[in-house]
């Protein structure tokens, strides 16, 4: 299956692509709008263009694992955006994303400016490779445990 993977920030929304098959990984780049509804079309347009089976949206769960203000605000997003693209889209925690992005930039030569360009797509990234870790181990484990879903199934 196809899954098309966001990391959507205030500003900036990293996205990347991947297949559950072959656990293969692309960052696609980022999306730079604040505005939910033009996010909203944003998305769209790459849902259009890359054809994903389904989505992930990172959750940024406070380090503790619990759901803060901006984890409840990404889980009401993803809400509408499943409601807007008629998709399933599954919830996975992010925490250290960004931190891995930017550890795998670390010493790659590039400016502070090209390392912010790839920092989002880069987390997304991360986010959808712990996504199909996740499921690769839920396998084993019931459904309760495997990570939240919204919208249609």
């Not at 989505?55 to 993803?78: E, F, Q, S, W």
């Not at 955006?81 to 030569?109: C, K």
Request: net charge negative; hydrophobic share 45%; glycine share 8%.
């Amino acid at each position: 299956m196809r899954y098309l993977c966001l990391d959507i920030g205030d500003k900036r929304t990293g996205a990347a692509l991947g297949d559950d098959e072959t656990w293969i990984v692309s960052p696609l780049g980022m999306i730079e709008v604040a505005a939910e509804a033009a996010l909203l079309d944003r998305i769209a347009l790459l849902i259009e263009e890359h054809e994903p089976d389904e989505l992930v949206v990172g959750l940024p769960l406070n380090m503790d694992g619990t759901h803060g203000p901006r984890a409840k605000k990404i889980a009401a997003l993803a809400e509408r955006l499943a409601e807007a693209v008629l998709l399933p889209i599954h919830l996975q925690d992010e925490r250290l994303s960004s931190f891995a992005a930017d550890e795998a930039m670390a010493r790659t030569g590039l400016t502070h400016k090209q390392k912010k360009q790839r920092r989002d797509a880069l987390a997304a990234a991360a986010i959808l490779r712990g996504f199909f870790e996740s499921r690769g181990a839920a396998a084993s484990r019931t459904d309760r445990d495997a990570p939240p879903t919204v919208g249609p199934t």
